[in-house]
């Protein structure tokens, strides 16, 4: 199922997980589900709603507890970063979320100003900085929180359908933010269920169908020979059920 | 002219001519409620902060004998803080029964409850908005708390509001804790009880209308800093 020789394999820790699974309420939501995730990826998540996806990334990041299984990272855990499907603001002008990720990370005081502009500018919001977070409109918040993931420089950044309610425009200021992380040697991993965003961004996809893990393919055979049946009639944009 | 319209304008000159017997009681009534106030948001904020984010056994006792505790009789607490402080109790040694400090004793577990079980739920909502990302960024519960109550500010100002009206307006506390004694424990609500029963109505009703105005005063200003802070925050 895997094959990553050709691409560039990183210093990013390696993600495993061994008969992963998550209950709620005595539902089983996830899993059992064995997962290796190797390199400085692009790896895009995918599948039809309630497939498991924001799980399986709450999971990996740490948020969640997994009701069976192991999740461990090989070596120490990388510093992580994650954009939410709906932008999570603090109560306070753009600027000060960033100083306050900042201060969170113990960035001596007289740095975070500095470096706060700067992530600012670098996407776009220098014009900003004094606005209270909550009234920017929600392509200039999601680039906001993605200023906040930058300050902390993950080595794997989540993203849980970070673009699901945004314009065209504002779409394509956070996929140019994924791709300028992920050159940055940052390992990414975001759930999608936009078969073009997917296409122009993954290298590697994961395919969930009802909490299990169907496929777990380079993008490319992904795209043109989905090796399961529940892909394949996804990818035809049939209701996979 | 009816006698209480004689009252009313006796209380009006006793006011504008800055009666130094009656600035001398809005002062110590101010100083005991907003020192209580102070005191009791110290307290009442991390202790309803820490209960929104943390479960343990006995978690739902606590938090309905919080919101149990928001009825207080004043006089019920007025009577426990005085067993305590009276000489034969446990705190009897440190001489405060009759003196301004056991009135904000007394004021503080009134208001403390208040404080506490409101700010509980207005930082439980918060929370569920924010926990995700400030775990995501690292953050133990613990450090939760300052970010919290920081941008929970806009609701917790009406909370401590809530506060102050409930220390200035009460009397049984303070009465049997303070004494009521002239220029050391008068507060504006003792003094109106007792000039009531004087039949020295002036100075009672001038008093009401001091209290009266000052608790609609904060109140405006606390509503016009909401109003800016919400048209700015969105």
Redesign the interface.
Known sequence: MNDMTTLPVTDVPTLEMQGVTFIHRGQRLLGPLDLQLRGCRRTLVMGPNGAGKSLLM?LA?G?LKPTAGRIHWEGSAPR???V?QRP?L???SALANLT??LA??GTPLAQRRPLAREALKRFGLAALETR?A??LSGGEQQRLTLARAWL?KPEVLFLDEPTSALDPAAIKAVEDAVQEFHAHGTRILMSSHDLHQARRLADEVLFLNRGCLVEHSDARSFFTAPASREARAFIQGELVL | MSTDAGAFMTALTLILGLDPYLLDIVALSLRVSLSAVALAALMGLPLGAALALWRFPGHAALVVALNALMGLPPVVAGLCVYLLLSRAGPLGELGLLFTPAAMVVAQVVLVMPIIAALARQQVQELHQEYHEQLASLGLSRLRMIPTLLWDARLGLVTVILAGFGRASAEVGAVMIVGGNIDGVTRVMTTAIVLETSKGNLPLALGLGIVLLGLVALINAAAYLMGEMARRRQG
């Open positions: 709450r990041h948020l992580q970063a994650m939410f999570v603090l109560r306070r306050y990720a969170v990370t209270p909550r009234v902390l």
